[in-house]
């Protein structure tokens, strides 16, 4: 039994009261009212790093009044193309989707790690920022084969104690288009990878039946999920998410398939939206975004429609764009703000896609209307596991508008790291 003394659930007031928490077997077991703990302010700042040496017992940790938020999670990453840490590179891509690709191609093997190396610095990167869970796409295509894939496997493993992943084997450079592609993706899920992606399947492949059969067929070979990256807009979006959608309910995949970025959600009117919605909910298939620029996601009539939403961040600082830099409260923030969100039952909202809608995703659930206090499977309820966060913030959102650097990072019920790094003598370098 760990109990962590004097903290503030997901406050939405400033004068939210502390509790005490108790965890059992990397589970949440109750929660009570703090009783005698100090609170947090200039007084107790020297308490807020909960290093190894700060646990005030063996089972009896001082959140020093704090906020606990739940863990995050990243379920788009691109844990092999990644630049973070690595000398600065300036932008060379040409602009188009195929100019990007071919760019990544042509430049990714000039890194200064390995890819292993370079998806271990990316990890840890994002569980210091509070994340616990990771879907990451690798690519496989008929100039890397499976290297890149051999390269994120190889480091999510090292990191299964304190991390929860999956893999997507992806085809970035297409299926169709390219030889021997749908054989290598056929090796990587022999070789553990947990889904196969796609990507455009009318606009990139121009192809989709093909590209939609090999994603489908090998989908049902392996007995494994699938998550495709739909960069289409406009018609063309409604297409292939039709047909995504169709396959979906006659494979009975219902919380097997994914969608990432989905433009067409942000580019076509409302009355198709909806009418694509309702769709993609019959059928089951998830979302995902990545807070872009352009292509906010209707989260609104997402979310009444209780189709499952999580967040990602993407590339970060590749040969796709000099942006990013791992931290997933920060990408919470661009949630929030690409949405043009003031309200906090709205930002609070943005956190919730990032932490429990992310879960969902993960694990092929849909949200069913529990709120976050009483969700025993995703939240922070008795019964959910452990996977937290406490840091220095006022509210949840003053905590996702402040963004504090300090924070402690628990992964049931074990804190796994703090101050920017992890506790087994790992620093990022």
């Not at 409260?329 to 003031?342: K, Y």
Request: charged share 25%; net charge negative.
């Amino acid at each position: 039994m760990t109990t962590v003394k004097n903290v503030r659930l997901f406050p939405r007031v400033p004068e939210a009261p502390a509790v005490d928490v108790e965890i059992s077997e990397g589970r949440f077991s109750g929660f009570s009212p703090a009783a005698g703990a100090p609170t947090a302010g200039a007084d107790s700042a020297d308490q807020h790093s909960l290093g190894p040496d700060s646990v005030t017992g063996p089972e009896v940790i001082d959140g020093a009044g704090r906020i606990l938020l739940p863990s995050l999670g990243d379920v788009h990453a691109h844990l092999d193309s990644n630049r973070m840490g690595q000398t600065f590179r300036p932008h060379t891509a040409d602009g188009t989707l195929h100019g990007y690709i071919m760019n990544d191609r042509e430049n990714w093997r000039s890194g200064e790690r390995s890819v292993a190396a370079q998806a271990a610095y990316a990890i840890e990167t994002i569980i210091a920022s509070g994340g616990t869970r990771i879907r990451s796409h690798a690519q496989v295509d008929a100039d890397c084969g499976l290297e890149r894939f051999h390269g994120v496997k190889e480091a999510l493993a090292a990191h299964a104690d304190v991390l929860d992943f999956q893999i997507v084997a992806f085809p970035q450079a297409g299926i169709v288009a390219e030889q021997g592609v749908r054989e290598l993706l056929d090796a990587a899920l022999s070789e553990g990878a947990d889904l196969v992606g796609g990507l455009d399947p009318l606009l990139y492949d121009r192809d989709p039946v093909s590209h939609l059969d090999v994603v489908f067929d090998l989908a049902e070979k392996h007995g494994k999920g699938i998550d495709i990256h739909l960069h289409e807009a406009g018609t063309a979006g409604l297409f292939s998410l039709e047909e995504i959608a169709a396959r979906t309910r006659a494979a009975g995949m219902d919380g097997q398939v994914t969608v990432s970025h989905a433009f067409a959600l942000n580019t076509n009117p409302e009355s198709e939206v909806g009418r694509i919605l309702d769709v993609l909910a019959d059928a089951g298939v998830s979302l995902t975004t990545v807070a872009p620029a352009k292509g906010a996601l209707p989260q609104a009539l997402i979310a009444e429609r209780s189709i499952a939403l999580g967040l990602g961040e993407d590339g970060q600082r590749d040969y796709w764009g000099p942006y990013g830099d791992g931290d997933l409260l920060r990408r919470t923030w661009q949630l929030a703000f690409t949405n043009g969100f003031r309200r906090d039952a709205d930002i609070e909202g943005c956190l919730d896609i990032a932490s429990r809608g992310g879960a969902r995703v993960m694990a092929g659930a849909r949200p069913d209307g529990t709120e976050l206090l009483d969700d025993d499977r995703f939240g922070l309820a008795p019964g959910a596991p452990a996977d937290f966060v406490l840091l220095d913030a006022d509210t949840v959102t003053s905590a996702i508008m402040d963004c504090p650097t300090e924070r402690d990072v628990f992964k049931a019920g074990r804190l796994i790291a703090s101050g920017g790094r992890l506790l087994d003598g790992t620093r990022l370098s």
